[in-house]
């Protein structure tokens, strides 16, 4: 039995052995050490004995490869072998990118970085931190010596997209640039002189000149009594709210005392405009002046009225439509240009953007609505509007002007010495509004339509009653000067200050029974405004083609 023990667990130990060596020929030697029935039992219950035996030696030999690797380099070889193929992959590229990038470093960028931390020299004395921090601070005194802004805009500012040609140069006025006028500032001057006047357009307004211009230029000293006079009224018939009305009965001061009321009431933009004109055209601003509270209320008014918009401030409504924006605009770019006073600057760029925005596309006009067809009554004062605008710095695109030319040209008769209402035509006042769009839109002095369409105006002569025609053509006369200027004037002035109401409540003001329809709507407040603005023309624009004067055209 011992012997056949023996045997058998040599037998198990070679079985084991060929195991390990990968063969297959267990079963051979067990058949081998079968010798006895007994034997055969015990060879029966060989197989756990042997897979016992194997799994030491596994054990074993797995001992001494963890002795030998280490337990880290057993843990990433299972890891590895155990992880999916997709993950093994992307840490190898992304250790292969790593180890590129780092081959490729340029050698001066690691040099510039170096350098960003190189100490100061050993030499040079670092500043003492501790010292500086127990510092006291210097205290400051700051006096503030300006002086408060009386109209406060509550428009706030919009860049507001009119068109993709929206570099024009600056307009052509003489002002302290602040901080908001260098962005718009012209690259040269402009404005030198006007004969012997210095300054803008709109300087001959101010107290020192004034005087000196009515002398040398036609005025007189009952030209000056009236719109003193036309001013006193015009501000006793000022609303609580600021505003004006054309029926200027309903103001407080007045109850019915003054007749012809107008009949255009709702319009309270375009007569609050009409009222403060002849303010601003006698130099009186909200800065300055005898009536400057009636101004700066006047202006309050206006802006509180305005409706803001993507297309800019719009001042249009019922009644009085794109004539009462027109008119506004006027206003609100004059007063800007007269004190520079920022809180003017938004409400005065946005009114005129919304010019650029009713223009017709197509014809380049303007009428009651905006974009819609123009007639050249409207037309007139969006013109007026731009170039005031352009006297104060303000943006006006060179296409928006370059567009209203094309309505003169299509409105035009005679190669432009007569203009039409919405078509080429011979009207006064149309011919009138034209040839002063003309001037200020760069028409020189000798151009042959130019020079026939004045020719007209000086036959035909002052008005008895169109207002409408007057002022526009007063303008022009006045402009052109010369023989042309003087006969215009003696009949236009005396008429206009012996017609001025004298007496009673409605001294100071004038009604044109026989005027343009202008008169019926806006009553005695529109032919007070038109009269009193006319008798200003001595010092409310300078002349455009004075001797030495410089251009101040739209730059094309």
Request: hydrophobic share 40%.
């Amino acid at each position: 039995m011992a012997a056949e023990s023996l045997s058998a667990d040599k037998a198990e130990v070679a079985v084991a052995e060929t195991q390990a060596r990968g063969q297959t020929t267990v079963q051979a030697t067990a058949t081998a050490s079968r010798p006895t029935r007994e034997g055969a039992e015990v060879v029966q219950s060989t197989p756990a004995r042997r897979i016992r035996r194997a799994s030491a030696v596994g054990v074993r030999e797995e001992m001494a490869e963890r002795e030998e690797l280490g337990e880290f380099r057993i843990w990433l070889r299972e890891s590895v072998s155990s992880a999916p193929s997709w993950l093994v992959s992307m840490v190898f590229h992304m250790i292969l990118l790593l180890g590129l990038g780092l081959y490729w470093l340029p050698a001066e960028a690691v040099d510039e970085v170096r350098q960003l931390v190189i100490a100061s020299n050993e030499n040079q004395p670092l500043e003492d931190l501790e010292a500086l921090a127990d510092e006291p601070l210097q205290e400051i005194n700051v006096e503030i010596t300006a002086e408060a802004v009386e109209v406060v805009s509550k428009v706030e500012a919009e860049d507001v997209e009119i068109s993709p040609a929206d570099d024009m140069e600056a307009a052509a006025v003489h002002v302290d640039l602040d901080d908001f006028g260098l962005e718009h500032a012209p690259r040269n001057d402009l404005l030198a002189s006007a004969g012997t006047y210095m300054g803008s357009g709109l300087s001959g307004r101010g107290s020192k000149s004034r005087a000196a211009l009515v002398r040398k230029l036609g005025g007189s000293a009952g030209s000056e009594k009236a719109v003193t006079a036309a001013l006193k009224w015009l501000a006793r018939h000022q609303m609580p709210d600021g505003g004006w009305s054309f029926n200027h009965c309903l103001a407080p001061s007045c109850q019915g005392k003054c007749r012809n009321p107008g009949s255009t009431a709702e319009a309270r933009n375009a007569a609050t405009a009409m009222a403060l004109l002849p303010f601003l055209g006698a130099g009186q601003t909200h800065k300055e002046g005898k009536y400057k509270a009636t101004v700066n209320s006047g202006l309050y008014f206006l802006i509180n009225h305005m409706k803001i918009s993507p297309n800019g401030g719009a001042l249009n409504e019922a009644g009085g439509m794109m004539y009462s924006h027109g008119l506004a605009s006027i206003v609100l770019c004059e007063a800007y240009a007269m004190t520079q006073d920022k809180g003017l600057h938004n409400p005065a760029q946005a009114v005129v953007n919304f010019i650029c925005y009713a223009q017709d596309p197509g014809g380049g006009g303007w009428r009651y609505e905006p974009q819609q067809a123009g007639d050249t009554s409207v037309v007139g004062w969006q013109i007026m509007a731009l170039k005031s605008g352009h006297m104060a710095y303000l943006r006006v695109p060179p296409l928006v002007v370059k567009k209203a030319y094309m309505f003169l040209d299509h409105v035009q008769a005679e190669s432009g010495a007569f203009y039409g209402y919405t078509g080429p035509g011979t009207g006064q006042a149309t011919t009138a509004i034209g040839l002063l769009c003309r001037m200020y839109l760069g028409w020189k002095k000798d151009h042959g339509a130019l020079q026939r369409g004045v020719q007209h105006l000086a036959e035909w002569g002052p008005s008895g009653g169109n207002m409408y025609y007057n002022y526009y053509a007063t303008q022009v006369c006045r402009h052109w000067e010369g023989d042309v200027w003087k006969k215009w004037n003696s009949v236009m002035r005396d008429q206009l200050v012996n017609s001025q109401a004298k007496g009673g409540h409605e001294a100071g003001s004038w009604f044109m029974p026989r005027g343009d329809h202008g008169a019926d709507r806006g009553g005695r407040l529109y032919c007070t405004s038109m009269a009193t603005m006319i008798l200003e023309v001595y010092y409310r624009h300078l002349p455009i083609y004075r001797k030495q004067s410089t251009e101040e055209e739209f730059p094309e």
